[in-house]
């Protein structure tokens, strides 16, 4: 398994403002995924994130709106920019450990819950 | 295109019952197949996954799930609840040549004293 960390927590931000979480994991990983909850829905993924390329996103999720960067094996940053009450969530990273056995588990982090007004 | 389905948007269950939280799934080839749960204010903890073998695959805290292939079910199930079993349930599957996971809209189970 993998011990993940996210910060913040959770925060409340002004709508039009910015928000940059950062998910940190105690091992060397590949794949980094950022997920989003929105109240009382499922998981969709935003992107995937590996160290040394661009993050591929999924539909409906464009980089200018949710940049991300992988500086490095360990760490993740994904950042909500222009926020709009719309983009209230839990914000989840997560990694897969075993992809050189290609049937590894996803771990997540605790999450990061975000309330804009 | 990939899909899982949990029907139930809740299951309610005495503690010491057996419980059932279901799972279909729609994928081409042989999926990898997954249960999650979340706490309140927690992340999602992984549960067990099916990879290939045995139909029957055991997780933790108790729980177990069946692998359907003609049904394409993965039931998640545990012979007697408890009261901290109550919370919200994820099955999630994966396609052999693609990273991503698709999760299902996700069912709360609550289990009562």
């Known amino acids: 398994s993998a011990v993940i960390s996210q910060k913040p927590s959770r925060d409340i931000c002004q709508r039009g403002t910015s928000l940059t979480i950062q998910c940190q994991v105690d091992?060397?990983?590949?794949?980094m995924f950022w997920y989003r909850q929105q109240p009382g829905q499922s998981l969709t993924l935003i992107a995937t994130?590996?160290?040394?390329?661009?993050?591929?996103?999924e539909s409906g999720f464009v980089i200018d709106k949710f940049p991300i960067s992988r500086p490095n094996l360990t760490f993740s940053t994904l950042t909500v920019s222009n926020m709009s009450p719309e983009d209230s969530s839990i914000y989840l990273c997560?990694?897969?450990?075993?992809?050189?056995?290609?049937?590894?588990?996803?771990?997540f982090g605790p999450g990061t819950r975000l309330t804009v007004l | 295109a990939q899909s899982v389905a949990q029907p139930e948007d809740q299951v309610n269950v005495a503690e010491g019952n057996p419980l059932t939280v279901k799972c279909t799934y729609s994928?081409?080839?042989?999926?990898?197949l997954f249960w999650y749960v979340q706490y309140p204010n927690r992340g999602l903890q992984f549960l067990l996954k099916?990879?290939?073998?045995?139909?029957l695959v055991k997780g933790s805290y108790g729980f177990e799930a069946e692998f359907n292939k003609s049904q394409t079910s993965f039931h998640l199930k545990k012979p007697s609840a408890l009261v901290s079993d109550s919370a919200l349930y994820f099955c999630?599957?994966?396609?052999?040549?693609?990273?991503?996971?698709?999760f299902g809209t996700g069912t709360r189970l609550q289990v009562f004293p």
């Open positions: 099916y990879i290939t073998g045995d139909n």
């Open positions: 091992s060397q990983v590949t794949m």
């Open positions: 999630a599957v994966r396609g052999r040549n693609t990273d991503k996971l698709i």
């Open positions: 994130a590996n160290q040394g390329s661009e993050a591929t996103y």
């Open positions: 994928v081409s080839g042989n999926p990898y």
């Open positions: 997560s990694v897969d450990i075993l992809r050189l056995a290609d049937q590894g588990e996803q771990f």
